[in-house]
């Protein structure tokens, strides 16, 4: 069993996000991904995001990552945020 919240939770969570927001994706085996909302489904279950290497990604609500809006400076080396 995972630790990530069932689909209807994650979905009202997905339908939160906007066009540019910046987002920490977690999944399940650790992996993190940062970058922006580039676009997303009107149901919110598949969202675009364009990580810090300019590639752009889709993600489907049950791929089971977490999504939690943050800052990109957060994921910026330190010279570079400033």
Do not use: C
Request: net charge negative; proline share 5%.
């Amino acid at each position: 069993m995972n630790s990530y919240p069932d689909s209807a939770t994650r979905h009202y969570d997905w339908a939160a996000l906007d066009n540019g927001d910046f987002v920490l994706l977690s999944a399940p085996n650790g992996q993190r991904i940062a970058g922006t909302v580039e676009d997303r489904t009107e149901d919110s279950t598949i969202i675009w995001v364009r990580n810090l290497h300019n590639e752009r990604k889709l993600f489907h609500i049950d791929d089971g990552y977490k999504v939690v809006p943050t800052r990109l400076e957060h994921h910026l080396p330190q010279d570079a945020a400033r």
